[in-house]
Structures are given as structure tokens and as C-alpha cells.
Nanobody, 121 residues
Framework: QVQLVESGGGLVQPGGSLRLSCAASGSIFRTNAMGWYRQAPGKQRELVAGITSGGSTNYADSVKGRFTISGDNAKNTVYLQMNNLKPEDTGVYYC???????????????WGKGTQVTVSS
């Protein structure tokens, strides 16, 4: 069993900041990557930012320069610092974990339950 515990969502005014956290635990032999996706009402889920176990990062063009993803390998935790938030950043933010459960085992793709981020005045 694997658990993803997300926290940090909420309501913020435009220009404000929020920090999301996602802690993974359970039957994880190796974490390959973690990331954050978001889904706005009526839209498809999209990648916001990702980070590999080696520290490589990637971002959606819409958040570059405003959002920063970081990770703590020892704690199997990923963070998303969101600055200068805009109304279009509103949505449910989902943590994603790509991991291997056993040596030479398959790669699994696991999702958190999501945390709501609302940017509104």
C-alpha cells in the first residue's frame, strides 16, 4: 500500500503565494519522480511541475518563473512553492508519484486525492 498526503491548498488573492506539500509513504522501493498536476473545472488534468529523484525539474510554460518544485528524497516529499498566483491557477492540484515497489519491479503511477487551490479577490 502507498499513501500520498497532500497539504497546503486554500484560498488566496491574486499575487499571493501558497506552498503545497506531498508526502509519500508505504511500500516504495525506489521513487523515480514526483510532480504536481492540476485540473480546472471543465478542463483536462495538466502537468504543472515535476522533479526526478536526481533533481531534474520541468514546468508548464504558464508557471515558469512563478512556481518552484523541490523535493526531499529522505522524506519522500515534494513541495510546490507558488508565487504571484493568478486566477487561472485555480483548480484541484494532484500529487503524482512514479515509483517501483520491489527490485526489478514495474514502474507504478500513483495519484493523490487532490487539494483545492482558489485564486480570487
Amino acid at each position: 500500500q502507498v499513501q500520498l498526503v497532500e497539504s497546503g491548498g486554500g484560498l488566496v488573492q491574486p499575487g499571493g503565494s501558497l506552498r503545497l506539500s506531498c508526502a509519500a509513504s508505504g511500500s516504495i522501493f525506489r521513487t523515480n519522480a514526483m510532480g504536481w498536476y492540476r485540473q480546472a473545472p471543465g478542463k483536462q488534468r495538466e502537468l504543472v511541475a515535476g522533479i526526478t529523484s536526481g533533481g531534474s525539474t520541468n514546468y508548464a510554460d504558464s508557471v515558469k518563473g512563478r512556481f518552484t518544485i523541490s523535493g526531499d528524497n529522505a522524506k519522500n516529499t515534494v513541495y510546490l512553492q507558488m508565487n504571484n498566483l493568478k486566477p487561472e491557477d485555480t483548480g484541484v492540484y494532484y500529487c503524482n508519484l512514479k515509483f517501483v515497489a520491489v527490485v526489478h519491479g514495474p514502474l507504478y503511477n500513483y495519484w493523490g486525492k487532490g487539494t483545492q487551490v482558489t485564486v480570487s479577490s
